[in-house]
């Protein structure tokens, strides 16, 4: 049976990242765009990360430019999103959310979720700390409305 765990994806550095390294943790998965209208966003995506941090929370952005709403490569969105919104959470290299080239996580995600396809730029997936998907957030659901949602799934231990 796959789980989250089983995944891998390549860090903006271009180290490879295995999600088994979140074993234990509160995932909120999250794929991103720079030039979206939702960019802002990053900066609710990064205010829970730094308050839930310490409690065993992380903030995974997948930038994708699967809605063409991407910078023209890795560097330029690192940079971009370091500068304009303080990102400090984990990003990866770009990947795709749909498709034949989806990423397989994404594809994982969203079975697991039990909905299709991703609609658009920041849907959200939040994962428990035993690894099984709880929600998923519309790309539209502002970071601070599933708070709650963070907590309860921090203090399922």
């Keep these: ?13 271009g180290e490879d990242l295995s999600l088994e390294t979140y074993r ?3 995932l909120l998965v999250v794929n ?7 960019a802002p966003q990053f900066k609710g995506l990064e205010a ?3 308050k839930y ?8 952005g997948l930038p994708s430019n699967q809605f063409h709403q991407e910078k023209a490569d890795d560097e330029a969105t690192h940079d971009y999103c370091q500068r304009h919104y303080g990102v400090t959470f984990p990003m990866t290299k770009r990947v ?13 995600l969203k079975q ?6 991703i609609k658009w730029n920041f849907t959200k997936f939040l994962i428990g700390r ?14 601070q409305t599933f708070e709650t949602a963070i907590r309860d799934a921090l203090a399922d231990r």
Aim: overall charge negative; some cysteine.
């Design 1 to 13: 049976m796959t789980t989250i765990y089983d995944f891998k994806e390549t860090e903006m550095s």
């Design 24 to 26: 234990g943790q509160v």
């Design 32 to 38: 991103t765009a720079s030039n979206c209208g939702l």
């Design 48 to 50: 829970l990360y730094q």
């Design 53 to 60: 941090q310490a409690e065993g929370l992380v903030v995974l």
């Design 96 to 108: 795709m959310v749909n498709g034949e080239d989806a990423d397989p996580l994404f594809s994982y």
């Design 112 to 117: 697991a979720a039990g909905h299709g396809r």
């Design 130 to 143: 035993d690894g099984q998907v709880l929600e998923r957030f519309a790309p539209t659901t502002r970071p």
